[in-house]
């Protein structure tokens, strides 16, 4: 979700409760919003702020060394210095760190001074004071120059001999060292430059205060060094050893006051400090009263509340009769086929139960057989074909059982079941033989019963087509439980069947608004 989406939803939510009950609390607005995302601030000043956390490196990496460099001098150095022999920077180092105050100190100095002299002048030639033009403006800076002049102040003590073997090495030596020592001051260089900008001015003012006086502390030594240059070399040799072992202790203290000093500005750090998200928890919402509103119900008439659950069926439809005999029946009656007969009724339903209904009314039905064959004599050759359609007629009363399966206000679905009373009201039957027969519609007394009683089962599918009025359709098939025919007459057992199905409408008589 974005922004303009989020404020969408908030101008939605308060137009469309604008006018509805009365406002949520603060604390559900509040989880709200905690619920959309958060304002993202814009990409431009984050990639602006990339961009200038990524040039300040190479700026100070870059820049800062040549500026340094062409500031204190380190640019203009040549690559072809080898490490002096002299007293001087010894001498120097001591005055900048240990602040000598005794007359033998400076007796040894002078000492070495005198025994510098003595070498050959090959390996001085090149020599050049190099800490004149190197302000110390840092504690880095002053270790750095104090560890330079130390290794030069051991080489001098270790390698001084006379021989040409001896200086050879000593000038083998000495390049590599020069080498090592540039790469070395270059790196402290730009560490200089840098850590100032990491302290604050008061460390500052400091450090240049004790550059300044370390500069005019090595000005003053190598003015006593070259005046008193005449001592004896080994006494120079056994003095500078002792000086040498002072100065390297006070080198490594001042090295670890400045690696201190880095550590310090180091742990400085503009990164953000992760802050721990904290959502207050929300206050469930209370539950809203509801009343309860008790239903007027609507008054019902007499005539309303009488003809409540009752309805009104009017069906009819065709089937498909025939019969079954027993087993004492004649040739005629065994040639009877199938035949289409006719059934209808009007009853009256009522409603038990939502699912049970019953019923009663008054009916007719029709069962009938077909005749059909061909009658050829030996001695003719003429034929004769017989065509009669045997009919019985009754009125029926049902009584029938509805039990509604499933449905909604348009479709129900169910099955029926039940009986009927079939009361024979008319006949017309053939008699006689196959050869001579001939149709009847008065019976000879006796030969039907004039009572039946008929099963009935099948099925029923209503459609509401309008408030209380339904079309209905009835699958059914019906079936006499006794014989049509009376046993004492001669007549083979008869009991009639039929399948088919049966349509109307229904009404109910309830008044519908």
Request: proline share 5%; hydrophobic share 35%.
């Amino acid at each position: 979700m974005t922004e303009n989406e989020s404020e969408k939803l908030y101008k939605d939510l308060r137009r469309k409760l604008a006018d509805y009950g009365s406002a949520p609390p603060d604390a559900v607005w509040a989880g709200i919003r905690q619920q959309v995302p958060a304002r993202r601030e814009f990409r431009w000043k984050r990639s602006a702020l990339l961009l200038l956390l990524l040039c300040l490196p190479v700026l100070m990496l870059t820049v800062g060394p040549r500026l340094w460099s062409h500031r204190t001098g380190l640019g203009h150095l040549s690559t072809t210095q080898t490490i002096t022999s002299q007293a001087a920077p010894a001498a120097k180092l001591r005055q900048a760190v240990n602040q000598p105050a005794t007359a033998s100190q400076s007796d040894d100095d002078a000492a070495v001074a005198a025994d510098a002299s003595a070498k050959p002048t090959g390996l001085a030639a090149g020599q050049a004071p190099t800490n004149h033009a190197q302000p110390a403006s840092s504690p880095s800076s002053v270790v750095a120059t104090a560890h330079t002049r130390t290794r030069r102040v051991r080489a001098d003590v270790v390698g001084h001999f006379d021989d040409a073997e001896t200086q050879r090495r000593i000038s083998r030596g000495s390049e590599t060292v020069v080498a090592t020592a540039k790469a070395r001051r270059k790196r402290r260089g730009a560490l200089a430059l840098l850590a100032p900008t990491l302290q604050s001015g008061r460390n500052s003012v400091e450090l240049r205060r004790r550059a300044r006086t370390s500069r005019e502390a090595l000005d003053a030594a190598s003015a006593q060094d070259e005046q008193l240059g005449s001592r004896h070399s080994t006494h120079t040799a056994k003095r500078s050893r002792s000086r040498f072992n002072r100065s390297t202790g006070s080198a490594t203290g001042l090295e670890v006051a400045g690696d201190a000093d880095t550590g310090l500005a180091r742990r400085f750090s503009n990164e953000r400090i992760p802050l721990l998200a904290v959502r207050p928890t929300l206050e469930e919402a209370e539950e809203p009263e509801v009343r309860r509103v008790k239903r007027v119900r609507p008054h019902r008439s007499r005539k309303a509340q009488l003809l409540k659950n009752w309805s009104i069926q009017i069906v009819a439809g065709p089937s498909l009769t025939y019969r079954t005999l027993g087993d004492s029946a004649r040739q005629l009656e065994r040639l009877e086929r199938p035949s289409i007969g006719y059934s209808g009724q009007v009853t009256a339903s009522y409603a038990l139960t939502k699912q049970l209904t019953i019923s009663t009314g008054l009916g007719y039905a029709e069962f009938a057989n077909n005749l059909h064959y061909q009658l050829q004599k030996t001695s003719a050759e003429t034929s004769r074909i017989i065509d009669f359609r045997d009919v019985y007629r009754f009125v029926s009363i049902p009584l029938l059982a509805q039990y509604t399966f499933g449905g909604n206000h348009r479709w129900r679905f169910g099955a029926l079941g039940g009986a009927n009373v079939g009361l024979l009201t008319g006949t017309r039957t053939t008699e006689g033989s196959a050869c001579n027969c001939s149709q009847t519609t008065v019976p000879a007394t006796g030969t039907y019963h004039n009572t039946s009683l008929v099963l009935t089962a099948g099925g029923s599918l209503n459609y509401q087509f309008a408030p209380g009025q339904w079309l209905t359709l009835r699958p059914q098939g019906q079936y006499f439980l006794n014989s049509l025919t009376d046993p004492a007459s001669g007549r083979a057992a008869r009991h009639p069947w039929s399948v088919g199905v049966q349509g109307g409408i229904s009404f109910d008589l309830e008044p519908k608004k």
